[in-house]
């Protein structure tokens, strides 16, 4: 039976896939760790060869200095020797004379020709001899083994007055304790280092998890809610930093979805009953219809009065399906330079058999030359649905005023009723879907609370201000503030 050898490729994805599932505690002090272990060894490197260097610089001038001792007590000069028998005496320590065991706690001499033959050494040295190298040109020094120690020496030639080297003068230190020292500092950091790491790690993964509680109560909060509880809100951290950010933004987010939300169960609230209105009365008047044989006339006064519910809910459909068309934001405006006076000239007359009906006057205070920037199909409807507005809520005999002013960069116009009026506290919500000031009594007018809704998402799709003031059975005034444009002669 052959055991199939394993495959790395698994391995590697495996290892992949378990990191990508790994907690954010645990990344945290993971990348952390690793960051902080790299950087911790490069400075125990450092710091170790930084010692070595230290060490072994300060046995080099030791050693320099010996061989000018012994130079200087030879009178002669690396670059002027004269010959060997000038350097008869180089021993350092008068008790080794007589010892035959080498001490290798103390300095070695010693002196060979070019070809590597001792010429004179040390008593210290006994029977051994130090390294030699004849490779090495000019002063070198290097470590070697002698006596089953590390010593450190130094390779000094001699050099005669023709410029030829006749020998070397080689000088040696035990660096026995220095290398215990060196070794021991090098021990602390390897055994040191995975305490330090893993004692980092722990205290990292336990920061971070201190530091990340507050996104674990946003995600329990979260997972709690749902269409029913959207009022719930994120707890706040004690600290203003990015999850105090985080919350906060959270918090806004439903804040809006909760407005979304009620939105929209109102809008389906209000549009069913919208809807079910009109049927409901179709259909009892179809039934009555159906009960027994009546006359022509009573057929078309009832079939007539069917088609007026029925055109009213076309109606309403069409309007619920523009507003749901600028809502959706894919509808692209028509920006032009339009004269302002005219498009409102146009309107009145489309409105006023409405107003006349009411014996209802529309005056016009025109600005000269007042050019805007607008669509001028939005334009048009929104001037006709806030006009057809005030006509049906302005009383039999009064008046409207359409003023149009030029104030710095914008174009204002003004559009003036004395009809019932919206209290104060109602006219935050003039502009929302299906909205009207009093069913009971708006209930004649054959409007649906839509018209002002498309004129509010008209006005943003084309960047105009508009706003609304009112005062109980006295009027309501609408602003519209456009941007005025200038044609340079």
């Known amino acids: 039976m052959s055991i199939k050898p394993a495959n790395p490729v698994k391995k590697s994805r495996s290892f992949f896939k378990d990191f990508s599932v790994m907690s954010l505690r645990n990344r945290i002090a993971f990348y952390y760790t690793i960051t902080t272990a790299f950087l911790i060894a490069m400075v125990f490197t450092s710091i170790y060869f930084m010692v070595e260097k230290v060490v072994y610089k300060q046995f080099d001038e030791e050693i320099n200095n010996e061989v000018e001792e012994i130079l200087s007590d030879s009178h002669?000069?690396?670059?002027?020797?004269?010959?060997?028998?000038?350097?008869k005496n180089i021993d350092t320590?008068?008790?080794?004379?007589?010892?035959?065991?080498?001490?290798?706690?103390?300095?070695?001499?010693?002196?060979?020709?070019?070809?590597?033959?001792?010429?004179n050494k040390s008593a210290s040295l006994s029977w051994c001899a130090l390294a030699f190298n004849p490779n090495q040109l000019g002063k070198t020094y290097f470590n070697s083994n002698f006596g089953g120690s590390m010593v450190r020496q130094a390779q000094v030639p001699l050099i005669n007055t023709k410029g030829i080297t006749e020998g070397y003068l080689i000088v040696a230190v035990p660096v026995k304790n220095a290398i215990i020292v060196l070794n021991d500092l090098r021990d602390i950091f390897f055994f040191s280092f995975p305490v330090i790491i893993f004692t980092l790690f722990v205290l990292t993964r336990l920061i971070a998890g201190k530091s990340i509680r507050p996104i674990e109560k946003v995600i329990s909060t979260a997972e709690q809610m749902s269409?029913?509880?959207?009022?719930?809100?994120?707890?706040?951290?004690?600290?203003?930093?990015?999850?105090?950010?985080?919350?906060?933004?959270?918090?806004?987010?439903?804040?809006?979805?909760?407005?979304?939300?009620?939105?929209?169960?109102?809008?389906?609230?209000?549009?069913?009953?919208?809807?079910?209105?009109?049927?409901?009365?179709v259909k009892g008047t179809l039934e009555v219809?159906?009960?027994?044989?009546?006359?022509?006339?009573?057929?078309?006064?009832?079939?007539?009065?069917?088609?007026?519910e029925l055109n009213r809910m076309a109606r309403l459909i069409d309007q619920l399906l523009m507003l749901a068309r600028y809502e959706s934001s894919k509808i692209n405006t028509n920006i032009e330079t339009i004269a302002l006076s005219r498009h409102i000239d146009n309107v009145i007359e489309r409105v006023r058999p409405s107003a006349f009906a009411k014996s209802i006057s529309i005056t016009v205070d025109h600005a000269e030359n007042a050019l805007v920037a607008a669509d001028p199909g939005m334009f048009d409807m929104m001037l006709e649905n806030i006009l057809s507005n005030a006509i049906k809520y302005s009383p039999p005999g009064s008046s409207i005023g359409v003023v149009?002013?030029?104030?710095?960069?914008?174009?204002?116009?003004?559009?003036?009723d004395q009809g019932i009026g919206i209290p104060e506290e109602k006219l935050n919500a003039v502009f929302e879907r299906f909205f009207r000031v009093d069913e009971s009594r708006n209930s004649g007018t054959g409007g649906f609370g839509l018209g002002l809704s498309?004129?509010?998402?008209?006005?943003?799709?084309?960047?105009?201000?508009?706003?609304?003031?009112?005062?109980?059975?006295?009027?309501?005034?609408?602003?519209?503030?456009?941007?005025?444009?200038?044609?340079?002669?």
């Open 227 to 281: 269409q029913t509880n959207l009022d719930q809100r994120m707890p706040m951290p004690y600290h203003h930093d990015e999850l105090y950010r985080l919350s906060s933004t959270m918090n806004a987010l439903l804040e809006r979805m909760q407005d979304a939300f009620q939105r929209e169960k109102d809008f389906t609230a209000n549009a069913s009953h919208e809807l079910k209105t009109p049927l409901a009365i």
């Open 93 to 119: 320590d008068d008790n080794d004379k007589n010892s035959k065991k080498i001490n290798v706690d103390t300095d070695f001499v010693e002196l060979v020709n070019s070809s590597g033959e001792i010429m």
């Open 289 to 308: 219809l159906v009960r027994k044989p009546r006359e022509r006339e009573y057929y078309e006064t009832k079939i007539q009065f069917c088609l007026k």
């Open 454 to 489: 498309i004129v509010k998402k008209l006005a943003d799709l084309q960047q105009i201000k508009v706003s609304v003031s009112s005062k109980e059975n006295k009027g309501t005034t609408f602003t519209l503030i456009l941007p005025a444009v200038t044609i340079n002669d």
């Open 404 to 416: 149009i002013k030029n104030i710095a960069d914008t174009i204002v116009c003004s559009i003036s």
């Open 76 to 87: 002669i000069s690396t670059h002027d020797f004269k010959g060997f028998a000038n350097l």
